[in-house]
């Protein structure tokens, strides 16, 4: 299977072996630097074909990853390779009495040739651990598009700053059913607008996880799905909205492959980048705002300063909604005017995001239903929530906070509508983003359901939700999502 990732800063196409995540010239240089090393142990008459002709590959391969642009993963390749040839090129060297070079023994040989490989293995390895995302094809019957959008609250001063004059914005990037587009549309990059964005933000979430930046370089090289301002679907009537806000550091791209998947099945995304908060968040003028957020460490305090987060995140999200009412009622210009039906709305998050939702649907009755993406419910958990609510949690391990489970348990059982709790076997709390798609499949980092899983189950147990709730599709909802974990449905007015 092959897939195309179009580089966004030169246009061209690296296409990659999905299961190797290399591309063929990628593939070449490490198969010809292993051959380098192979060509000492074979037979003295196929010795020196096999290495003129790995040399000569693996020098043409090197000029034009050099010249086209190299990944990192790729350096202990040369660094092998380069280890090797000159002793490959001395076996090929005769003494002045013509006889071949001297070679040395095999038994010293042999450690020598063993560091090389391995050397050379580990460009694949990396490759396989922090690859460029391939992002799964949405399965729905609509082409995806997507636009970003800034709003400022003329009425809602900034909290972050100190300029009495600053007032808050966010960023909003939606995804939604559009027609098809022409054959070589260029389709989104991922984590920004431009190179530049993804670069910065890239780079920002490397920042916020602790990680050396070098080791998500080949994040912002993908390409989504979608195509930016793409024209909106003929067909379809009015879209159900769906409001997303990442977690804590996240950033409003984090759940591309969830939110193209829903676009596809004709729902309109909006998710949110709440600046100070997120790790990166570039405004139209070109400004960078970083996150603000950091943790004390103490359990207690890091609880206010969550339930005070998660209240800015919340009237974000609020806002946000307004803002989406008023481009349907065409009082702002844009191409979804008329194709939002704001009547039917669900609020979303991971993580803190997930928080956030929980208090934004508390607040706010225009939300008609709730999904919580492994939040922890900071902040107070009344008045109840009225709205039927969807929890998808991480496998509960003796790791897991022990407040959790107790915590979110008594927010669902206060509601005053059916809510659902259901734990995924095998995932972990990057499981309900696009984390799998590029992070090393570790089972604590990411979970066990692997890269292709992961997206598909978080997806389609919010699709039934949401297919339920806003559409009001009849059905075994609960029959349906007890397919993808352990089902818990707490119904009001009964124990649970």
Same mark, same amino acid.
């Given at each position: 299977m092959w897939q195309g990732l179009p580089c966004a800063e030169d246009g061209q196409v690296t296409e990659t072996i999905t299961g190797l995540y290399l591309s063929p010239l990628e593939l070449c240089a490490v198969l010809s630097a292993l051959a380098l090393i192979a060509a000492r142990w074979l037979p003295p008459i196929a010795r020196p074909r096999t290495t003129i002709a790995a040399g000569t590959a693996f020098v043409l391969s090197a000029?034009?990853? $050099?010249v086209a642009g190299m990944r990192w993963q790729m350096l202990p390749v040369l660094?092998?390779?380069?280890?090797?040839?000159? @002793?490959?090129?001395?076996?090929?060297?005769?003494?002045r009495d013509g006889r071949p070079a001297r070679r040395a023994r095999w038994w010293l040989a042999l450690p020598g040739s063993t560091a090389c490989v391995a050397l050379i293995?580990?460009?694949?390895?990396?490759?396989?651990?922090?690859?460029?995302?391939?992002?799964?094809?949405?399965?729905?019957? @609509?082409?995806?598009?997507?636009?970003?959008?800034?709003?400022?609250?003329?009425?809602?001063?900034?909290? @972050?700053?100190?300029?009495?004059?600053?007032?808050?914005?966010?960023?909003?990037?939606?995804?939604?059913?559009?027609?098809?587009?022409?054959? $070589?549309?260029?389709?989104?990059?991922?984590?920004?607008?431009?190179?530049?964005?993804?670069?910065?933000?890239s780079d920002a979430l490397a920042r916020y996880a602790g990680m050396p930046g070098f080791l998500l370089n080949d994040v912002p090289q993908a390409r989504t799905?979608?195509?930016?301002? !793409?024209?909106?679907?003929?067909? $379809?009537?009015?879209?159900?909205?769906?409001?997303?806000?990442?977690? !804590?550091g996240g950033v409003r791209t984090q759940n591309t492959a969830w939110a193209e998947e829903l676009a596809s099945h004709g729902y309109i995304v909006a998710a949110l980048d709440h600046p100070y908060d997120s790790a990166a968040v570039v405004l139209?003028?070109?400004?960078?705002?970083?996150?603000?957020?950091?943790?004390?460490?103490?359990?207690?305090?890091?609880?206010?300063?969550?339930?005070?987060?998660?209240?800015?995140?919340?009237?974000?999200?609020? @806002?946000?909604?307004?803002?989406?009412?008023?481009l349907d009622r065409g009082e702002a210009t844009g191409p979804l005017t008329g194709r939002l039906d704001t009547g039917r709305v669900a609020v979303t998050g991971h993580s803190m995001g997930g928080a956030a939702a929980l208090q934004a649907a508390r607040q706010d009755r225009r939300f008609d239903a709730v999904i919580d993406l492994d939040g922890y419910p900071h902040g107070p958990l009344s008045p109840s929530l009225h709205q039927p609510t969807l929890a998808l949690t991480q496998a509960i391990t003796s790791e897991t906070d022990p407040r959790y489970l107790p915590r979110l348990t008594k927010a669902l059982r206060l509601g005053t509508a059916t809510s659902y709790r259901l734990t995924i076997p095998g995932a972990a709390h990057l499981t309900f983003m696009d984390a799998p798609l590029y992070l090393p499949p570790m089972p604590s980092l990411v979970g066990t359901l692997g890269r292709t899983e992961s997206p598909r189950v978080v997806a389609a147990a919010t699709l039934a939700f949401l297919n339920a709730s806003l559409r009001h599709e009849t059905g075994d909802l609960p029959g349906v999502l007890s397919t993808y974990g352990d089902l818990s449905v707490q119904r009001p007015g009964r124990g649970g």
């Amino acid at each position: 299977m092959w897939q195309g990732l179009p580089c966004a800063e030169d246009g061209q196409v690296t296409e990659t072996i999905t299961g190797l995540y290399l591309s063929p010239l990628e593939l070449c240089a490490v198969l010809s630097a292993l051959a380098l090393i192979a060509a000492r142990w074979l037979p003295p008459i196929a010795r020196p074909r096999t290495t003129i002709a790995a040399g000569t590959a693996f020098v043409l391969s090197a000029i034009v990853l $050099g010249v086209a642009g190299m990944r990192w993963q790729m350096l202990p390749v040369l660094g092998g390779a380069a280890l090797a040839l000159p @002793f490959a090129v001395a076996a090929l060297l005769r003494r002045r009495d013509g006889r071949p070079a001297r070679r040395a023994r095999w038994w010293l040989a042999l450690p020598g040739s063993t560091a090389c490989v391995a050397l050379i293995a580990s460009g694949p390895v990396s490759a396989w651990a922090f690859p460029v995302p391939v992002f799964p094809e949405p399965s729905g019957t @609509f082409a995806v598009g997507t636009r970003v959008m800034q709003w400022t609250d003329p009425h809602r001063p900034e909290s @972050f700053t100190a300029d009495p004059h600053d007032r808050r914005t966010v960023v909003v990037q939606l995804w939604y059913p559009a027609k098809p587009s022409l054959a $070589g549309a260029q389709r989104a990059p991922y984590l920004g607008r431009t190179q530049r964005e993804a670069r910065i933000v890239s780079d920002a979430l490397a920042r916020y996880a602790g990680m050396p930046g070098f080791l998500l370089n080949d994040v912002p090289q993908a390409r989504t799905h979608a195509v930016f301002n !793409a024209p909106v679907a003929g067909r $379809g009537g009015r879209f159900p909205v769906v409001l997303f806000s990442p977690g !804590a550091g996240g950033v409003r791209t984090q759940n591309t492959a969830w939110a193209e998947e829903l676009a596809s099945h004709g729902y309109i995304v909006a998710a949110l980048d709440h600046p100070y908060d997120s790790a990166a968040v570039v405004l139209a003028d070109g400004r960078t705002i970083t996150t603000k957020l950091t943790s004390t460490g103490d359990r207690d305090k890091d609880e206010r300063l969550g339930a005070g987060w998660t209240a800015v995140r919340a009237a974000d999200l609020r @806002f946000a909604l307004t803002q989406l009412e008023r481009l349907d009622r065409g009082e702002a210009t844009g191409p979804l005017t008329g194709r939002l039906d704001t009547g039917r709305v669900a609020v979303t998050g991971h993580s803190m995001g997930g928080a956030a939702a929980l208090q934004a649907a508390r607040q706010d009755r225009r939300f008609d239903a709730v999904i919580d993406l492994d939040g922890y419910p900071h902040g107070p958990l009344s008045p109840s929530l009225h709205q039927p609510t969807l929890a998808l949690t991480q496998a509960i391990t003796s790791e897991t906070d022990p407040r959790y489970l107790p915590r979110l348990t008594k927010a669902l059982r206060l509601g005053t509508a059916t809510s659902y709790r259901l734990t995924i076997p095998g995932a972990a709390h990057l499981t309900f983003m696009d984390a799998p798609l590029y992070l090393p499949p570790m089972p604590s980092l990411v979970g066990t359901l692997g890269r292709t899983e992961s997206p598909r189950v978080v997806a389609a147990a919010t699709l039934a939700f949401l297919n339920a709730s806003l559409r009001h599709e009849t059905g075994d909802l609960p029959g349906v999502l007890s397919t993808y974990g352990d089902l818990s449905v707490q119904r009001p007015g009964r124990g649970g």
